[in-house]
């Protein structure tokens, strides 16, 4: 078996049922959300009306998954072993929880089955992956990671498949009538910054993937400057597979040199698993340069990152970072780490800290809400997607506010209907440790408000 085909979990106690299921047919991809912003929005609404409305619409709906005593099988798909980001500690995290699970009752006394894939980074195997999902009859794809949305979503829409908290790259996750999404995305994170920023950065540089998701960056980060009166930064594309950056590095430098002493020049790299790589050039190169500060978001460092690049003597010491959740010595994550100890004790892929973890354990908390919501009843695709559209609210334990899932939200007139979560944490590396610089959430709905997505 080559690394592109899925490993299915087999505490489902052997998912061989005999038959097929017939399926929902949704949302074919002639009517996917146009690419325009503001029309995304009014398209996002109107497939809403046209989900409601299954029969006029030509909508069949149909049974897929956890039928009777059948296992409820989901899939979770993330990238591993590239070249660019990884994150094996979201498919670890959900064979584990599927564990825990089983190990403890199952799913309202259903087992519960997860398939994993290796989603590679490319759009290809992002394809296969939610073709899997399909013939599998995964009621549900959970946690995942990929920046492959216009690869993926075709497949999903098309079975009536809903994408539960997904990491939040690419836009896609926030105006599909499909999509469940947890936090806000890189949207929030660079938005929350950039208004942090705004208050003690002299001139600002943002160094960001060449790619179409890192295309998304600038604009949010420079809604956040904008709100606190602070120019827009200089937006600096870098190839996310570098082995090193040292021109991009020194172009930072460059454009940042202008600060001053209490305002000083801020370097803000957003390259995913490759920032860790860009901050290594940027140590050999900044000696010749005035003193910067720099500032991330969570999921380009954490605190394993910070470690190994010199923990208090290192460059992260300082900076400001946002993220979707509390820091993670926060004792709203105790549920999370006795799965953890419980399943996956000796699994290194695995990282409390790691905001893709992270993400999955709130992607299945919602999933396992759904499903309860369900009582006895069937747990289908459609079943799923009902129990989340007919007002469900979600309770995280405070790791996020309650979660609730309508297309009449704020955020629908910049293009974003699905965005239910737009709070933030602000967190500082402190001595060598990340740890929260402001207390509670920042809410960057007004903020997001203004960014300019024409």
Not at 330 to 342: G, L, Y
Not at 344 to 364: E, H, K, L, N, P
Not at 381 to 394: F, M, Q, Y
């Amino acid at each position: 078996m080559d690394d592109s085909q899925v490993s299915h979990v087999t505490e489902s106690c052997g998912y061989m049922t005999g038959r097929r299921r017939t399926r929902d047919t949704f949302l074919p991809r002639s009517i996917r959300i146009p690419r325009p912003a503001r029309a995304k929005a009014v398209a996002a609404g109107a497939l809403v009306a046209c989900a409601s409305l299954a029969v006029g619409c030509g909508i069949v709906p149909g049974a897929t998954g956890g039928s009777g005593d059948d296992p409820v099988v989901v899939m979770t798909w993330a990238p591993e072993g590239t070249g660019a980001t990884n994150m094996p500690g979201m498919p670890a995290f959900a064979r584990a929880y599927a564990r825990w699970v089983n190990a403890n009752g199952g799913l309202n006394g259903r087992k519960l089955s997860v398939l994993t894939c290796n989603e590679h980074n490319d759009a290809v195997s992002a394809a296969k992956c939610a073709r899997r999902a399909v013939k599998e009859d995964a009621v549900a794809v959970v946690g995942s990671y990929s920046q492959h949305s216009d690869a993926f979503f075709p497949h999903l829409e098309g079975a009536g498949i809903p994408y539960i908290g997904g990491y939040g790259v690419t836009d896609a996750e926030f105006t599909s009538p499909l999509s469940y999404p947890v936090n806000g995305g890189q949207p929030t994170l660079l938005a929350g910054l950039g208004k942090e920023l705004a208050t003690v950065c002299g001139p600002v540089a943002l160094i960001r993937p060449d790619t179409i998701a890192g295309d998304t960056l600038p604009t949010m980060l420079n809604a956040g400057l904008t709100a606190g009166d602070h120019d827009p930064s200089s937006d600096q594309r870098a190839a996310e597979d570098a082995t090193e950056y040292s021109a991009q590095a020194e172009e930072a430098l460059e454009k940042t040199a202008d600060g001053t002493a209490d305002r000083k020049g801020c370097v803000v790299p957003a390259l995913g698993d490759r920032t860790s790589t860009f901050m290594d050039s940027f140590r050999r190169t900044r000696e010749d340069f005035p003193a910067v500060r720099t500032a991330t978001v969570l999921g380009s460092v954490d605190q394993s990152v910070i470690d190994s690049s010199g923990g208090a003597s290192g460059p992260y010491e300082g900076a400001y970072v946002t993220g979707w959740y509390p820091v993670a010595s926060d004792p709203r994550w105790e549920a999370m780490k006795k799965v953890i100890s419980e399943e996956a004790f000796s699994d290194t892929r695995i990282d409390a800290g790691d905001t893709g973890v992270q993400t999955t354990w709130i992607a299945y908390s919602v999933f396992r809400a759904a499903v309860d919501a369900l009582g006895d009843g069937e747990v289908t695709a459609h079943t799923v997607r009902r129990a989340l559209d007919d007002g469900l609210k979600v309770s995280t334990g405070g790791l996020t506010p309650t979660l609730r899932w309508e297309f009449t939200d704020q955020l629908a007139s910049i293009g974003f209907p699905r965005l239910v979560n737009a709070n933030v944490t602000l967190q500082t590396v402190k001595r060598g440790r990340l740890v929260a610089a402001k207390q509670g959430f920042v809410d960057t709905t007004k903020t997001l408000e203004t960014a300019d997505v024409d």
